[in-house]
């Protein structure tokens, strides 16, 4: 049988401020960390008030949250001295249930150990049960009860996940469980996702999409810096932008691969500030090993009893400043030869022969970001070009052979529909694409219906992408159609939208004329 687990507690003072004015989430978490460690969340009684407890009345609005159906749920709402006379009608059932052996530990935040959970709290001295808490008060009170207090910290520093985590880690600590802390909020699928391992979260499509506004803002700058009369926001804005970024990428990449949430965002910041120099590349790397630091020197504070408040400092401090000084010294010198490297290989094959270059790139875009190879890949190199002009060679072939032939398609079934529905579907889609210069799967289901279609995605994808190296074109995607040609290479934004135009009459012209086609095959059989 799982061990059984009460929350005891309220939102609090300081903890109302650290998380617990979001008492779902933080249940979450609880629910996610004691599932993966195979313990059970058997009761609730939570006051949670409308404000911190340091500032409240009792008159202020107030809800008291019990079990009920296997979550978190409201019992009852009103003022909190309303709740809390509602409130000790629970701690009285807990007592009982405490007394006749239901309750195998305790988590405790920010609970009045003198006041409402006073009579549960005397049980759980008296039955000798484990408890983990937070709030420096509440753990003071419940030791004078005489409680079995096992893991202590004050709540300044902790979060709804680290505190979860420490909570789970005591209680699994004393009764010899073994236990791996977990992302997510659904415990036995969330501990299945990560497998106990914090390199499985590793995902360099979700750091690098995550990243892409900042991206898009400078490339924003970067134009309206070419507007007569505004250059300075190329040389203030755009450049402190594009310092700005490998700050960025780390701290994603640390939050993401950490698991805890504020605390890797720190850490990631501190390495990114570091390891700067180094450009996206040393933010990407410094900010995984970052979050590779956070997870595991959480994870052992937590182990060796270290108080929550203690471990998040250590996680979030000693990450930071660790990943970022390799980073610094060691990884930053070598990302920037690497990113160089990368650049320099696609301006050479753009020179030995613009035309190949381009129709390559053109005709490889849609297997690759239909095989999932362009998030991983293409994208981040995207990135590294944008990063030194605000334009890239790839980004002007996302532009042309992605987001403008799905545009095409989408176009074609708006005014020539194979079929009678087919203009709803793919109305959105171009809006989008033209509106926002993304959102190209909107062609998938009219390419994959067809394999005209398809091939002429693919054909408009190729001439495009060859007009692109013709013309030594430098763009990015991501943004309005109409606005792409201003993000273009100085000089260039006439000739991007040339070969923007070409990509969408091509996919326009095939599609409209398999649709027309198959409209008539239609009849003839009909």
Known sequence: MKEQIAVIG????????????????????????????????????????????????????????????????????????????????????LARAILEGKVDGIML???????????????????????????????????????????????????????????????????????????GNTGAAAAERAGGSVWKRINFRGIMMTSMPAFIAMAICLAI???????????????????????????????????????????GVVTGVLSKDGGILGGLITGLLAGVLVYYIMTFSLKHKMPGTTANIA?????????????????????????????YLIDSAIAVSPIAAGALAGLLIWP??????????????????VE????????????????????????????FPRQKGDAVVALPGFAINVGFGTFVEAA?????????????????????????????????AYLPAYAAPFMANEGKGFLFFLCMLIALVIAFVITAAANLAGRKKAKAEA
Not at 327 to 334: D, E, M, N, S, T
Not at 456 to 470: D, E, H, P, Q, R
Request: hydrophobic share 50%; net charge negative; proline share 3%.
């Open 109 to 183: 935040m920010s609970a009045d150990p003198k006041g409402v959970n006073r009579r549960a709290l005397t049980a759980a001295a008296e039955k000798k049960l484990p408890i983990a808490g937070t709030g420096g008060s509440s753990i003071a009170n419940a030791r004078d009860l005489g409680c079995n207090v096992i893991s202590a910290s004050g709540t300044t520093g902790t979060t709804n996940r680290t505190r979860a985590v420490g909570f789970t880690m005591a209680l699994a600590r004393e009764w010899d469980m073994k236990y791996m802390p977990v992302i």
């Open 225 to 267: 810096g070419r507007i007569p009369g505004l250059e300075s926001m190329e040389e203030t804005v755009f450049n402190t932008l594009i310092g700005a970024l490998p700050v960025v990428v780390a701290a994603i990449a640390s939050m993401q691969v950490s698991g805890f949430s504020e605390v890797g965002v720190v850490a």
């Open 388 to 415: 030194v002009t605000g334009s890239s060679f790839l980004g002007a072939i996302d532009m042309t052979g992605l987001v403008m032939v799905s545009a095409g398609i989408t176009l074609a079934n708006v005014i």
């Open 368 to 385: 690759a970001i239909m095989g999932g190879v362009y998030h991983a890949a293409i994208l981040p190199i995207v990135m590294l070009e």
């Open 315 to 343: 996680a979030g401090g000693l990450a930071g400043l660790i990943a970022g000084l390799i980073g610094l010294y060691v990884i930053a010198p070598a990302a920037l030869w690497l990113g160089d490297g990368i650049r």
């Open 444 to 476: 998938y289901p009219f390419m994959f219906a067809n394999k005209l279609v398809f091939a002429g995605a693919l054909i408009a994808a190729t001439v495009s992408g060859a007009f692109v190296g013709i013309f030594n074109v430098r763009g990015t």
């Open 10 to 93: 309220s939102s609090g003072g300081n903890l109302y401020n650290q998380g617990g004015s979001d008492v779902d989430l933080m249940m979450k978490e609880i629910f996610a960390q004691t599932e993966s460690a195979g313990m059970e969340v058997a009761y609730i009684q939570f006051v949670g008030a409308s404000g911190s407890m340091d500032s409240v009345s009792g008159n202020s609005g107030a809800a008291l949250y019990t079990l009920q159906g296997g979550k978190a749920e409201k019992a009852y709402e009103g003022t909190l001295d309303e709740v809390n006379k509602m409130a000790e009608k629970a701690d009285e059932e």
